[in-house]
């Protein structure tokens, strides 16, 4: 909630209580939340939303009260999990850098239990933006990247046989595989 309040300071605009909701971290937190956002008969245009679960269940009661996504209302998740990737529309969200805040969080507790060390006080990670339909952005695949979202590619693969990304691409038609400028690695996505 502190980052929502700065960021709204930060470009002149009041923070309102009463616009801000808690509810449980679930499908039906949101779901629920947005049935009492909508009870109280105030017009709004976005949703942020403390996880992809809470952002899922929204997106399911503002398209069953008649409400379109992003048309009418957006809708910003945090957490980017699959079931926001395959969400329809597919959701917009913020991934974590997970792997680094896990190793902080062992990091710090090793130096607490070896009585080695203090607190590292304030440990600020990376976050991505991954743009998808609920705000507007991409239409196609939650994979192909824009100029604001890149996916990271799954795992990667040497092609062989050609020299150019064109022969990389079409001896991998179908297959998921996407190459980069120089035709020798490629990426695999789903294919979806």
Known sequence: MLGYRDALEKHGIPFREDNALRCPFSFEGGDNAVRELLARNRSFDAL???NDSIAIGAMHR??????????????????????????NPSLTTVAMNVPAIAQAAVEAVLTGIDGKGTS?????????????????????????????????PMTYKNCTG????????????????????????CETRPNY
Not at 62 to 87: A, N, Q
Not at 164 to 171: D, K, L, V
Request: aromatic share 6%.
């Open 162 to 185: 050609g020299s150019s990304a064109e022969h990389c691409t079409e001896a991998n038609r179908g297959t998921g595989l996407y190459c980069d400028d120089d035709g020798i690695d």
């Open 120 to 152: 590292r006080g304030k440990i600020i990670f990376d976050h991505q933006l991954i743009i998808r339909e609920s705000t507007g952005g991409m239409k196609n695949s939650p994979y192909t990247p824009t100029k604001q979202s890149v996916q990271p």
């Open 48 to 50: 942020i939303c403390g």
């Open 62 to 87: 503002l398209l069953h009260s008649g409400l379109r996504v992003p048309e009418d209302i957006k809708v910003l998740g945090w957490d980017d999990s699959p079931e926001g990737r395959y969400s």
